[in-house]
Nanobody, 119 residues
Framework: QVQLVESGGGLVQTGGSLRLYCAASGRSFSRLDMGWFRQAPGKEREFVAGIGRSGGTTYYADSVKGRFTISRDNGKNTVYLRMNSLEPEDTAVYYC????????????WGQGTQVIVSS
């Protein structure tokens, strides 16, 4: 069983930056592919970014490419999402997710952290 706890969300102005954190429990973190998703009010949850087990492979949604950076520290069981040049459209609850097998289907989810970007 893997537990994920997100933190780092908050209120920021347009153009600002935030860094989200996702801490994972357990001793097998380096065997997990990780991802960040978000859900805005009235919208479906959408993929934001993903990272492979070693950190050498990353994926991004087109809407965040060039502004967001996903990274991980396997020694600290933590995955990060650095968000720059934030826009009001980035306002959402951000979720961390983990999978043993494929980024097409995630096995574990965190409780989410709220990000609000004011105009």
């Amino acid at each position: 069983q893997v537990q994920l706890v997100e933190s780092g969300g908050g209120l920021v102005q347009t153009g600002g930056s935030l860094r989200l954190y996702c801490a994972a429990s357990g001793r097998s973190f380096s065997r997990l592919d990780m991802g960040w998703f978000r859900q805005a009010p009235g919208k479906e949850r959408e993929f934001v970014a993903g990272i492979g087990r070693s950190g050498g492979t990353t994926y991004y949604a087109d809407s965040v490419k060039g502004r967001f950076t996903i990274s991980r520290d396997n020694g600290k069981n933590t995955v990060y999402l650095r968000m720059n040049s934030l826009e009001p459209e980035d306002t959402a609850v951000y979720y961390c997710a983990a999978t043993w097998v494929t980024m097409a289907s995630y096995d574990y989810w965190g409780q989410g952290t709220q990000v609000i970007v004011s105009s």
